[in-house]
C-alpha cells in the first residue's frame, strides 16, 4: 500500500491534511485526464519545497531544500518522501503538532506530462525527464537519482534525488522562488495562511521556541500573523 508510510507518520485526529481515505475518484471514459501536480512550500523544522506528480493514484513526492531553480546549471537535491493522497493537493493550512509541523503553503500547481514511455521504470532508473505546467513551472525536468554514499543509512538509501531544469524557453537565471513567493490558491504568505488559522496556538507553542534561522523566520511570521488577525478580528467586531 503506497500510503502507508504517509498514514503511519500522522495522527489524523490532530492534523487537518487529508487521510487519503477518499474514494479515489473513478476514471471516466474517453480523453485522459491531464496527470496533476504541485508544489507545497512548507516552512517546517526547515523551509523546503515539496514537488509532488500524480502518478497511479497517489502523489510521489520529493523534498526541495532550496526549491526549484530555473537556470538548467543548478542541481538541487531533492529527498525522494512518501506518496501522498491524491487530496493532499489542494492542501494549505497550519499543521500545529507532530509529522511536519508547520505552515503549508500550496506555491504551484498544474499539469505535468512524463516525457518517458513508462513512469515505473524511470522511478526504478533513477531518471524521470517531465514537463510541468503550472503558473509557475512550466517547461521540462528531470529527476534523477543519485549514488548513495557509503555513510547513507539504511532508510535513507536511494532517496536522494537532484531537480533540474533543461535548458528551454522556460529556463533562465529569474529566481522563481524569490520572484514569486506566494501561494497561488490564496495569494498570501505565510503569515497570512497562519492569520487565517490559529496563531494563538502558535504564538504560545513550541513552534516558536525553535531557535536557527527558521526559529527567528517563524517568530516574525507569527507576529505578522497575530497583528492582521487583530485587525481582522477589530474589522470584524466594528459596528
Ligand atoms: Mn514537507
Not at 47 to 54: G, P, Q, S, V
Not at 86 to 103: N, S, T
Not at 140 to 146: E, H, I
Request: aromatic content about 8%.
Amino acid at each position: 500500500m503506497p500510503l502507508d508510510e504517509y498514514r503511519r507518520k500522522r495522527d489524523f485526529s490532530k492534523t487537518p491534511e487529508p487521510s487519503g481515505d477518499g474514494k479515489p475518484r473513478a476514471r471516466r471514459g474517453g480523453k485522459p485526464k491531464p496527470l496533476y501536480f504541485c508544489v507545497q512550500k512548507h516552512l517546517a523544522s526547515r523551509l523546503h519545497y515539496d514537488l509532488r506528480l500524480e502518478h497511479d493514484g497517489v502523489l510521489l513526492s520529493w523534498a526541495v531544500p532550496k526549491g526549484p531553480s530555473l537556470d538548467h546549471r543548478d542541481r538541487h537535491l531533492a529527498v525522494r518522501t512518501e506518496d501522498h493522497p491524491r487530496e493532499y493537493g489542494d492542501f494549505e493550512g497550519v499543521i500545529p503538532e507532530g509529522y511536519g509541523q508547520g505552515i503549508v503553503m500550496l506555491w504551484d500547481y498544474g499539469a505535468w506530462s512524463p516525457e518517458v514511455d513508462d513512469v515505473g521504470e524511470a522511478l526504478g532508473k533513477g531518471d524521470l525527464k517531465f514537463a510541468l505546467d503550472g503558473y509557475k513551472l512550466k517547461g521540462s525536468w528531470a529527476l534523477v537519482r543519485t549514488r548513495d554514499r557509503p555513510d547513507t543509512s539504511p532508510s535513507q538509501r536511494g532517496r536522494s534525488w537532484l531537480l533540474i531544469k533543461h535548458r528551454d524557453f522556460w529556463s533562465g537565471a529569474l529566481d522563481i522562488t524569490a520572484f514569486a513567493p506566494l501561494s497561488v490558491k490564496s495569494e498570501g504568505d505565510f503569515d497570512d495562511i497562519l492569520a487565517a488559522d490559529l496563531p494563538d496556538v502558535w504564538v504560545t507553542g513550541r513552534a516558536a521556541a525553535r531557535g536557527g534561522a527558521t526559529g527567528k523566520a517563524l517568530r516574525e511570521i507569527i507576529e505578522k500573523a497575530a497583528a492582521k488577525k487583530l485587525a481582522r478580528d477589530d474589522r470584524e467586531s466594528a459596528p
